[in-house]
């Protein structure tokens, strides 16, 4: 263990790491197919501040497999057109980067990077960090409607009793591990009073004990407990290969006509749901004042299929409101920072304590944040604003796009020259496995 230490220690020391084999995967990284092999990129250099990780090569019943039964992964949607391309979904033409990307995929689309990041080792001894490659917003959902716990919970179980017999995942007991989920904290924190499911679709998973040391990178965390848990970007529609994508769309978003002083896109909440004061505030705002641009969304639809009028509707606005939905959580957070809209927030749980590897520490410096004495006059703390500072602020969201992206699998990190969602997830895993190795030395 002292000799990885030592040899990690001098990767830092220099200006590149060793270069890693690239590997060429089973996985579809194609627009179309699902049996084409992924296309040989050259080798390129791993970035000196990220160790080198091992993916598991998992039973295919913990992810691939769980893609043959696409149709019935969802009980309200069929999930087959957005698990295609690794999670991306159904690209919007085929010369772009652009896809209808669902909320709930970044499992795939994280696992679909790290196989061709060039930070993967495949020897298991260079590794300092080891990835979990389970599926599992596909997993939860896919059983959401069992009432039978035990059978809810069974690939879980099966899942930490096949990692928990690995000789690198006993060594720390899997403090040197994570895992990548595509849906929130609450749909694997199921409480132990619950006998059967009918109250709770949620499941078990991360109240096994086996997992209680491994990282959980996940869209919304449990902010209460859970110092395991890191929140990661939702995805949005923009999965660039090229830089000159990234910073085309920068200036585009930039140098875009903002007629609007604020937009809401969503939908409006029953009376007895947690979020509906926020959200019958918010709409009757809107409703009221030709300074607002309003998208208004039925509740249970495929909001997210309709890109343009997201987007569009974002691109105009100077401030985008996020008043909590289902969850404190929303995928529109990052809807609005690719469409260089500051965003507005009615609750610190939204995402200042949600997404701390992602954001500026300073939250004035691309958000707003609206107590609930403000509540009632929107409009009027949004125009107080002075226009320098609006400005300000939207440059920074703008420069936050790449870190909040999820690039495409095929691109070369070298030749786009920018750091996604998942390179700045794997700095961070870095800081962990090193301290980790530190310490047992």
Known sequence: MYVKVIVFCIFFSVATYSIFPYY????????????????????????PDIAP???????????????????????????????????????????????????????????ARAINHPCRTHDRSSALM????????????????????TRRDAMAVDLVDHISKIPSFQRFGGEDHFLVSGLMAWDFLRSPDLKDGKSSRSNNLLNLPQLSNISILIIERFPYHGDNHFGIPYPSY??????????????????SKRTHLFSFVGGARHKLHG???????????CNSTDSCLLVLCKYWTSAW????????????????????????????????????????????????SQYTWYIPERREDWSVLIGPDQLDRI????????????????????RMIPQVTYMH??????????????DVALVELTKLALRINTNSV
């Open 130 to 149: 080891f990835y979990i490659p389970f599926y599992a917003s596909l997993y939860a959902s896919s059983v959401s409607n069992e009432n039978n716990l």
């Open 53 to 111: 990780f091992y993916i598991y090569d998992l039973p295919e019943r913990f992810n691939e497999a769980l893609l043959s039964n696409c149709s019935n992964l969802d009980p309200w949607r069929d999930m087959c057109p957005y698990v295609e391309n690794n999670g991306m979904g159904q690209p919007f033409n085929e010369s772009s980067s652009w896809y209808n990307t669902f909320q709930f995929t970044a499992d795939l689309i994280f696992h």
């Open 24 to 47: 060429t995967s089973d996985l579809d990284l194609s627009p179309y197919s699902g049996t084409q092999k992924a296309p040989e990129i050259q080798s390129i250099q791993c970035d």
């Open 409 to 422: 699998p095929k691109a070369n990190s070298n030749e786009v020259n920018f750091r996604d969602a998942v």
């Open 379 to 398: 409009e009027d703390v949004l125009s107080q604003i002075p226009e320098k500072e609006v400005k300000r602020m939207r440059e920074v969201v703008i």
């Open 275 to 285: 979020a509906e004061k926020y959200r019958s505030a918010v709409i009757s705002q």
């Open 238 to 255: 923009f999965h660039p290969q090229v830089k000159a994508e990234i910073t085309t769309w920068q200036e585009e978003v930039r140098h």
């Open 305 to 352: 299929d309709a890109a343009d009028e997201i987007l569009g509707a974002m691109k105009q606005a100077h401030f985008c409101l996020q008043p909590p939905g289902d969850t404190s959580t929303r995928r529109s957070i990052f809807d609005s920072i690719l469409a260089g809209c500051v965003p507005v927030f009615f609750t610190e749980l939204t995402a200042y």
